[in-house]
């Protein structure tokens, strides 16, 4: 039968898996919105390059 030290040491163990794990959980989270966030950015810029294009090709007919 284990000793109550034993009992503290494998509480703190469990305790320290259940912080890892919840720290991973929160990087993965905080990640996903990052990549969600560029994906918007790149379009926007993509969009605000397009328009410049267009007032460049207009301009360009004058």
Same mark, same amino acid.
């Given at each position: 039968?284990?000793?109550?030290?034993?009992?503290t =040491?494998?509480? *703190?163990i469990?305790?320290?898996? =259940?912080?890892?794990?919840a720290? $991973?959980a *929160? *990087?993965?989270?905080a990640?996903?919105q990052l990549?969600?966030?560029h994906?918007?950015?790149?379009a926007?810029?993509q969009d605000? $390059?397009?328009?410049l294009?267009? $007032?460049i090709t207009?301009e360009g007919r *004058?």
């Amino acid at each position: 039968m284990p000793d109550h030290d034993s009992l503290t =040491a494998m509480d *703190r163990i469990d305790a320290a898996i =259940a912080r890892i794990d919840a720290a $991973v959980a *929160r *990087r993965a989270e905080a990640t996903e919105q990052l990549r969600q966030r560029h994906g918007t950015l790149r379009a926007r810029m993509q969009d605000a $390059v397009d328009a410049l294009d267009s $007032v460049i090709t207009r301009e360009g007919r *004058r």
